[in-house]
C-alpha cells in the first residue's frame, strides 16, 4: 500500500523545493550523468514564438522535464508524461505541454513535460532511438521517485501528439527492451497511452512521411518500417489506450488511430478512440469545430479504468 508523504523535489540535483510549495513548474535534467547515446557537441537549441504565441523548440540536445504538480488536496497519485509533436523536428511545448499539464494538474493529476532529443546524426550515434531513450528515461525518473513526488507507481501513464504521439506508442509497446541504462531494473513500461493524433505506423498508406524521414531517414530499410509501426508491436501486455483524432486531419490520416485501435481489440487491449468530424490537425487541448473538450473525456476514461483515485 502506498502512502503520499511530504517530500522534496530536486532542480539540477543541487536545489530542493518543498513539494507543496511547488506550485510554479520546475525543470530537471533527464540525465544526471552522460546523455547515453549521444556526441559531444555544442548546445543549439533554439526557442521561438509563432503566430498565436506557440512556442516551439527546435534542435534539442539537452533533454529535460518540466514538473507540474496537482495542490495535495487535489492530488489522486496518478501522473502522465507529455511528449509534445513536431515531426521529430521540433516541439510544441507550450499548447501541446505545459498548457496540457496544467490542465491535468486542475484534475489532480500530477504531470511532466518531456523536452526530448531531436533525431539528429551531428548530436547521436543513432538517432532513431534517441527519443524512445528520452521517453524511457523519463519513465523511470518519474517512478523511481514516486513515493517522494506522492505518486503511485501503477498510475504513471505517458502522452504524445502527432510525432510525440508516435513516441508515446513507442515507449507503449517497445518496453520489453531497456534502450537505456537500468540497473535497479526499473519498469518501464507506462501504466496507459495517451495518443493525440498521433503518426502510429510508417507503413503506406497511412505514413507520415515527414516523421518517418526524420527518425528513420529517407530510405528507411522494411526492418526499420515495421520496427517503427507500432501497430505491428501491440500484445496483450499493451498499456489500456485513449486516442483522439479528427477525421479530415489531412496531415496524419486517422488511419492512423484505427489501426492501433483495431489491433489493440484483437489482444483484448481497453482502447477508446474519440473522434471529431473536422478540426485537421494539430488543434491542441481545443478543437474549435466542436464545443466537447476530449480533455474532459479523457480524464473520464482515466476515473474509469481505475487510474484515478
Known sequence: MWKKKPVY???CLLTTFSFYSLMAQSVIPLYTGEIPNSRQTPDRENSRYEQDSI???SKVSRPSLTLFFPPQKKATGA???ICPGGGYTNLAMGYEGTDVARRFNESGIAAFVLKYRIPDTSTMIHKQIGPLQDAQRAIQVVRSHSREWGINPARIGI???S???HLA???GTHFQKDYIPNPKHISLRPDFLIL???VISFREPIAHMGSANNLVGPDPSPENIMEFSNEEHITDQTP???LVHAKDDNVVPYANSEWFAKACTIHHVPVEVYYYEKGGHGFGMTNKTNPQPWMDICIGWLGKEHFLR
Open 9 to 11: 523535489a530536486f532542480c
Open 55 to 57: 512556442l516551439i523548440v
Open 79 to 81: 501522473a502522465v508524461i
Open 159 to 161: 502522452m504524445g501528439f
Open 163 to 165: 510525432a510525440g504521439g
Open 169 to 171: 506508442a513507442t515507449a
Open 196 to 198: 493525440i493524433y498521433p
Open 240 to 242: 489500456p489506450s485513449f
